[in-house]
């Protein structure tokens, strides 16, 4: 808390007015920034991209929001000092990335960018676990975004027809370059 009103300019007697604790803090810190980054997935999805398209801008999107933290994952911290917040939040996400990463296996699969045979429910629950399995054991950010890509390509490819192969390393040329 001392360093947080340093920050800020403030004094501890101030932050201790609008939160009683720091847990409050970190709880609602990391609701806003659930909401930032909902919003903005949200925004990303309805410029109808294709789904690989659209899941390269939302890494993107995570790896801009994030580059201020580069040696220490935010979400390692979180549940390394604060598991029971951290578990609050995984069961939250967990929610709320399986609904989009089920419609975009589904908008995949009407463009014929994703194989029409997938079981949809597997793929899902594939992804997101080994997403949140990067970020919650990876201390650096930076590592953890190198991973995520790596996860992204390997998840893409065992979806993808043809067609999605090619959007794949269309998507991944703009990262290379």
């Known amino acids: 808390m001392d360093d947080i009103a340093g920050e800020m300019c403030i004094s501890k007697k101030t932050i201790y007015k609008y939160f009683c604790n ?14 930032q980054v909902h919003q903005i997935i949200d925004t990303i999805v309805a410029k109808n991209y294709n789904s690989i398209h659209e ?5 993107e999107m995570f790896r801009d929001m994030f580059k201020n933290n580069i040696d220490t994952s935010p ?4 549940k390394k000092h ?11 996400e967990i929610d709320q990335c399986t609904q989009y990463f089920r419609v975009n296996i589904e908008k995949g699969i009407r463009d014929g ?10 793929y899902v629950k594939f ?5 949140f399995h990067i970020n919650e054991t990876t201390v ?13 390509e390997y998840h893409t490819r065992a979806m993808a027809t043809p067609k999605g192969i090619e959007e794949l390393e269309k998507q991944l040329k703009k990262i290379t370059v």
């Not at 979400?75 to 979180?78: A, G, V």
């Not at 960018?113 to 949809?120: A, F």
């Open 55 to 59: 899941n390269f801008e939302i890494r």
């Open 75 to 78: 979400i390692y911290q979180l």
């Open 140 to 152: 650096s950010e930076r590592e953890a975004q190198q991973i995520e890509l790596e996860a992204l």
């Open 127 to 131: 992804y997101y676990t080994l997403i």
């Open 22 to 35: 720091k847990e409050v803090l970190i709880e609602e810190s990391t609701s806003m920034v659930h909401n």
């Open 82 to 92: 604060y598991p029971e917040i951290y578990q609050n939040v995984l069961s939250h």
């Open 113 to 122: 960018l994703y194989r029409e045979d997938l079981n949809i429910d597997v």
